[in-house]
């Protein structure tokens, strides 16, 4: 990953103080960054954020208490201290497959080999409670897939979740576990030696920072993050109500193809994949049927970029941010000095609200030591 600018090191610091803001939320952050621009705007000025988005009393009391630049400026370090790394969806290196779901984490915390969130991958899940016969299939079909290169991304539950892990670090392969909980949260608790093996010899994911403990209602979020990485979902082996659906449902929201494992007509976990099926999920009898369909996503997904413009075409300004605009030139200009010359429209709070909409439409750039120059 390449190195951060100070103003992507501040922005990141923010987040992460930001998230530590009890009953802040996920949901309420996007919408506040959607809304300002910044994670740094609203972390700073967050007592005329709070009051303008109508936050609840007790939520902007919590702010008030936990927020401030030093606490923000330290978070980082000490994430990098405990050996976790933290990237932001606003990145360069963020992932473009799961940057471009409907609802991508605002940022991931991991442990391990980064690289891997980049490569072309696919998300195997299945039942807690498999059959030999489930056991069996996973096994041979992640075998062959590592042997092709296919990077394995799974949840880290028991059953098909630990052995596709399991089955990819032993083939030599790549793998990439999703957690539904803290970075450093290892659950459940007897899954704690491949934890560690995935964490050395793959990489560890999860949207929460450190701490925050398994609850259920955070499992189903997790899934979206499994098919989002991912160019498909394959199925082994779920009962007709299993958590596994709920990602190949994600899967298809986003846009994945999803590939299910048939089994016995009397199986109970041969319910789920059955019904996909008739639903239109990709039927996988051998190796083929998947690496198959990957080629062609593959090449779809190349061609794509080649498709895609050099350069997005600029953005529409606002009157405001033409106002300020012109008061830039080739020049560094301090931020006090901006601030001066458009005392009277407004405070710094949205001078730093409208700078940050400058530099996400790209006509401007931000210098260190609160320097900002036209482009």
């Keep these: 990953m390449t190195k951060r600018t100070d103003r992507e090191r501040e922005e990141l610091g923010w987040y992460c103080a930001l998230l530590g803001v009890p009953g802040l939320g996920r ?6 960054y959607h809304a300002y621009g910044s994670f740094a705007v609203v972390g700073r000025e967050w007592r005329h954020v709070a009051a303008e ?11 008030n208490a936990c927020l401030g630049e ?3 400026a330290a978070l980082l370090g000490q994430l ?14 963020f992932p473009p497959l799961l940057q471009a779901i409907p609802d991508p984490p605002l940022a991931l915390f991991y442990k391990g080999d980064w690289g891997l969130a980049g490569r072309p991958g696919i998300g195997v899940v299945g039942s807690r409670r498999p059959t030999s016969y ?8 992640v075998k062959q897939l590592c042997e092709a290169g296919v990077v394995i991304v799974s949840g880290l539950a028991y059953g098909i979740d630990a052995d596709a892990h399991r089955t990819a670090l032993r083939a030599g392969g790549a793998t990439i576990g999703v957690l539904g909980c803290g970075i450093d949260v290892v659950y459940p608790p007897m899954h704690r030696s491949l934890f560690q093996e995935v964490e050395r010899e793959g990489l560890l994911l999860s949207e929460h920072p450190p701490g925050v403990a398994p609850i259920p209602g955070l ?4 899934n979206r993050i499994i098919s989002g990485l991912a160019l498909g979902v394959l199925v082994v082996e779920a009962a007709e109500r299993s958590g596994s659906l709920v990602t190949a449902d994600c899967a298809l929201e986003q846009g994945r193809e999803v590939f299910a494992v048939p089994g016995p007509i009397f199986s109970e976990v041969s319910a789920g994949p059955h019904n996909l099926i008739k639903q239109g999920a990709k039927l996988v009898t051998g190796i083929a049927d998947v690496l198959d369909e990957l080629s062609m996503l593959l090449a779809r997904d190349e061609g794509r970029r ?7 075409r600029q953005m529409p300004l606002e009157e405001e941010e033409q106002q300020l605009l012109s008061q830039l030139t080739h020049e560094p200009v301090h931020v006090d000095e901006l601030h001066e010359r458009l005392a009277e429209r407004g405070t710094p709070f949205h001078l730093y609200r409208t700078l940050l909409k400058l530099e996400s439409k790209q006509v401007i750039a931000s210098l260190p030591g609160g320097y900002y120059v036209r482009r």
Excluded: D, H, M, N
Aim: net charge positive; charged share 25%; aromatic share 4%.
């Design 27 to 32: 949901k309420k952050l996007r919408e506040l």
């Design 53 to 63: 988005s109508a936050l609840p009393a007790a939520v902007i009391t919590r702010g």
């Design 70 to 72: 030093e606490r923000a």
């Design 80 to 93: 990098q201290q405990a050996g976790i790394g933290v990237i932001g969806c606003w990145e360069a290196g």
């Design 134 to 141: 489930g056991r069996a299939a996973c096994t041979q079909l």
């Design 219 to 222: 499992f189903p979020e997790r």
């Design 306 to 312: 080649e498709r895609s413009p050099a350069a997005p």
